[in-house]
């Protein structure tokens, strides 16, 4: 198991280059970085090392901070909200109205889309690279992208060539 401390003024004072490093990182403007330092606890205690022993092998590792960017931020969880809302008029009106090829048409564009943002926070909680390894990330998230752009096709051939979409939830619920 390790330790992660955070670069404190206490750990700092332990550790000479430890102190340099993060003040050299702390005094650049132009590296947008946190140290973060780690030490083994198994180390320590199999190797007979005192706890002033083990901040003489703390490592510094820095850390990339990401810069807040509003468009993956607060404006993609509005428009998750939005196309949320939009699929219960949608919902309402061809269960009302019936068939229509325009409601067939936005309902084969948005529930698409929703399921797509539905997975891909999945994927982005639980198998991010940390889990799954940088390849396997990227391999997830292509296939996610196919399946839905594979999905966003279907819907279209099957609104346009056959029945619709609506007309399937009606004949499949009376079935």
Not at 25 to 35: F, I, K
Request: glycine fraction near 6%; proline fraction near 5%; charged fraction near 15%.
């Amino acid at each position: 198991m390790a330790l992660r401390l955070a670069a404190s003024p206490l750990a700092l004072s332990r550790s000479t280059p430890s102190l340099r490093l993060a003040s050299a990182m702390r005094s650049s403007s132009a590296l947008n970085a946190r140290v973060y330092f780690h030490a083994s606890r198994s180390t320590a205690s199999t190797a007979g090392q005192t706890s002033d022993d083990v901040t003489a092998a703390y490592q510094a590792v820095p850390y990339k901070t990401i810069t807040p960017n509003q468009v993956h931020g607060s404006y993609h969880w509005d428009f998750e909200r939005l196309l949320t809302i939009s699929m219960i008029p949608l919902f309402a009106a061809s269960a009302i109205h019936g068939a229509h090829p325009i409601t067939d048409g936005l309902l084969g564009v948005v529930v698409p889309i929703h399921c797509h943002m539905g997975f891909d926070a999945m994927v982005t909680d639980y198998l991010h690279p940390g889990n799954t390894g940088k390849w396997g990330n990227k391999a997830v998230v292509w296939t996610l992208r196919g399946v839905t752009v594979l999905a966003l096709v279907g819907c279209y051939q099957f609104n346009t060539t056959d029945i619709g979409l609506t007309e399937l939830v009606k004949r499949s619920w009376t079935a």
